[in-house]
C-alpha cells in the first residue's frame, strides 16, 4: 500500500483547532454584523455598508474551516501544510478585521487612499489578496498535479479525489475573478473615478462567490456518498428478514460501489460547473 492508498475514511478527519476557532469568530462576527445591519437604517449596496463585514465574515469563516479540512486529503510536507496554514489563517484574520474596521470608521476599505491610514489599510488588504492566492495557489497545484496519472497529490477514495481536484480547480476560477476585479478597480480608481471603482469593479461577486465554496460543497458531497454506502445494512441482515424500514432504505445504498459514487460526483462537478459558468454569464450581462 502506497502513502495515496490510505483508506478513505482516515483521510481529513480532523480540522486543527486553531482553525476551527478562528473560522468559528469569524462566522460569528458576521452573524453579528447581519444583526447591526438590522437594527441600523443604511442601505446593503454601496462601498460603505455593513454588507462587507457581513459576507466577508461569513465566506472567510467558512472558507477557512474548509481549506482546514480539505488539506488533509494533499499528499504534501505537513511542515509545508501547517505553515501555509498558517499564514492562511492570519491572512484571514487581517482580511475581514481591515474590512470590519472600515465598515465602522465609515469609509470604503478597497482603493481608499484618501488619508494615510485608509492608504495603509488598503495596501495590507492588498497585500493580503496576494498572499490569498500564493497560499491557495499552491494548494490547488498540489491537488491538480499528476491528475491523468491517476492518485497524483491526492489521497482518498476515487470520488474523493475527484471532489477535490475539481474543488481546487473551481477555486482557482475564483481567484481569478477576485484578482480581475481588483485589478479593474484599481484601474478605473486611478483612471476615471473612485465612484465608478466602486459601482463596477465588483461585476464578478457571483462567479467568485459560487465558485469559491466549491472545495467543501463537492468533497462533502463525496464524503457522504461513501459513508452512507457505508453505514447500509449488509446482506445478512437482507437475507434473515430482520432489516427495519430505515435499514432496507440504507439497502440501496449498499449497491452503491466506488464506481457508481464517482459516477454521481462527476455529475455532481458538471452540475457545479454549470452553475459558475451561468453565474458568470449574469456577471457579464
Not at 104 to 109: H, Q
Not at 162 to 180: D, M
Request: glycine share 12%.
Amino acid at each position: 500500500m502506497t502513502r495515496l492508498d490510505v483508506p478513505a475514511a482516515r483521510v481529513a478527519q480532523r480540522v486543527p483547532g486553531f482553525v476551527v476557532l478562528v473560522g468559528l469568530v469569524l462566522i460569528i462576527s458576521g452573524v453579528l454584523h447581519l444583526g447591526v445591519f438590522l437594527v441600523d437604517d443604511t442601505s446593503w449596496y454601496g462601498p460603505v455598508s455593513w454588507r462587507k463585514p457581513v459576507t466577508f465574515g461569513l465566506s472567510f469563516g467558512i472558507t477557512l474551516i474548509s481549506i482546514g479540512w480539505v488539506v488533509g486529503y494533499l499528499e504534501m510536507g505537513r511542515r509545508l501544510s501547517s505553515w501555509l496554514l498558517g499564514v492562511f489563517t492570519v491572512d484571514c484574520v487581517v482580511e475581514v478585521g481591515g474590512i470590519t474596521l472600515q465598515a465602522w470608521r465609515g469609509v470604503p476599505s478597497h482603493f481608499n487612499t484618501e488619508t494615510p491610514f485608509d492608504r495603509g489599510v488598503a495596501m495590507t488588504l492588498a497585500v493580503g489578496g496576494a498572499v490569498l492566492v500564493g497560499t491557495l495557489g499552491t494548494y490547488a497545484l498540489v491537488a491538480l498535479r499528476g491528475w491523468r496519472r491517476g492518485a497524483g497529490r491526492v489521497r482518498g477514495d476515487s470520488a474523493e479525489r475527484l471532489a477535490v481536484r475539481a474543488g481546487f480547480a473551481l477555486l482557482l476560477v475564483s481567484l481569478a475573478s477576485g484578482v480581475a476585479m481588483v485589478a479593474r478597480g484599481t484601474i478605473l480608481f486611478r483612471t476615471v473615478s473612485p465612484e465608478v471603482a466602486y459601482e463596477t469593479a465588483g461585476a464578478l461577486k457571483p462567479v467568485h462567490g459560487v465558485a469559491l465554496h466549491a472545495v467543501l460543497v463537492l468533497p462533502l458531497l463525496a464524503v457522504a456518498l461513501r459513508r452512507l454506502s457505508q453505514a447500509a445494512p449488509g446482506p445478512d441482515t437482507a437475507r434473515h428478514g430482520a432489516a427495519t424500514a430505515g435499514e432496507r432504505e440504507g439497502g440501496r445504498w449498499a449497491r452503491l460501489d466506488e464506481r457508481g459514487r464517482v459516477r454521481i460526483v462527476g455529475w455532481a462537478v458538471g452540475i457545479y460547473v454549470a452553475c459558475t459558468v451561468l453565474a458568470l454569464v449574469f456577471s457579464l450581462t
